[in-house]
């Protein structure tokens, strides 16, 4: 029983300590942080509000909302040589149904073009493998949950194309948030690490977004970095938040990294839009290059319209 009163209070020292430390670091990121005229006027607490961005849920929550609704999908995705002329497309119209607690995807139109699919209709390109990862249904898929809370990204257990999807999918959903599992880089995408932080400038503004006014955080990396550009992954970074809920209205990033065994280079934006009590993706757009050892790169642009949520 004492032991058990001693691990009990461990752990609870242990505790007290890590949020003393976040908190310690956010006052320190709150110093570094630049508020725009406007945002002075607003008395932002800047602490608090690096909490919340450092802690933000949303913006991985709205992806897996996508499976608790119906919607349909204008799916638009191309694969370009070093020439930039496209040699694989896919164009189509997709449509989602939830019912019962499953959801299964009806397939309207589609064209494609090029080596898009393999001889055994299986996604000859990873950047495909990852766009129907996150926007298309195959056969009938029941009993899931919009949880996020515990769940972890780690790709530590996958091979071969399972492994690249999920490291595109940690570098999608947590800009910003350190990573394990990808060799090289994972602690370099955490900037808000003070190692990593004293890389970028921060700034704080407020404006409207689509006729809603909200904070907007901006995170770029500081020009005189003096080759030091391998220290990073995300080069740039745009999030609009909602002002009271502080969920992620939109968000813009650019990323780039080269570890010698791969490199890539990335832009995406996603827009979001709500439908009842979800929060949801309305329309993403990627434009990237991928490579990865022993594999022929990739040069994808896609985009995503979603509307029509049931």
């Not at 709150?30 to 913006?59: G, H, Q």
């Not at 997709?94 to 607690?101: D, H, L, M, P, V």
């Not at 056969?139 to 996958?158: F, R």
């Not at 080269?258 to 979800?278: C, I, L, S």
Request: proline share 2%; charged share 30%; hydrophobic share 35%.
């Amino acid at each position: 029983m004492q032991k058990l009163f001693l691990i009990v209070g461990l752990f609870a020292c242990i505790q007290v300590l890590n949020a003393q430390s976040d908190s310690v670091d956010n006052e320190r990121l709150a110093k570094m942080v630049i508020l725009s005229e406007v945002t002075i006027r607003t008395d932002i607490n800047v602490a608090k509000f690096m909490k919340r961005v450092k802690e933000d849920t949303s913006f991985y929550k709205a992806f897996r909302n996508l499976h608790m609704v119906g919607f349909t999908s204008l799916n638009d995705i191309r694969l370009r040589d070093k020439k930039n002329k496209v040699v694989a497309s896919l164009q189509s119209k997709t449509i989602q149904k939830r019912e019962a607690n499953c959801r299964t995807m009806e397939v309207v139109e589609e064209k494609t073009t090029g080596d898009f699919y393999n001889k055994n209709n299986d996604y000859n390109y990873y950047t495909a493998e990852l766009y129907a990862s996150l926007f298309f249904t195959k056969g009938k898929v029941c009993g899931e949950t919009n949880i996020v809370k515990g769940i972890e990204l780690n790709p530590k257990s996958q091979r071969g194309i399972e492994k690249h999807k999920q490291q595109l999918k940690m570098l999608f959903f947590n800009p910003g948030k350190k990573i394990s599992g990808i060799p090289l880089m994972g602690d370099k995408i955490d900037i808000f690490d003070p190692d990593r932080a004293k890389y970028y400038d921060f700034l704080i503004d407020y404006d409207d977004y689509e006729g809603e006014p909200c904070y907007i955080f901006s995170i770029k990396a500081k020009a005189d970095l003096n080759g030091k550009k391998d220290k990073i992954v995300i080069d740039s970074m745009i999030t609009w938040f909602h002002p009271k809920t502080m969920e992620v209205l939109a968000r813009k990033y650019d990323m780039s990294y080269n570890a010698g065994v791969y490199d890539f280079d990335v832009h995406m934006e996603v827009q979001m839009t709500r439908y009842g009590k979800y929060l949801l993706p309305k329309t993403l757009r990627y434009v990237g290059t991928w490579d990865v050892a022993f594999k022929k790169r990739e040069r994808g642009v896609f985009t995503a319209t979603l509307f029509d949520f049931k």
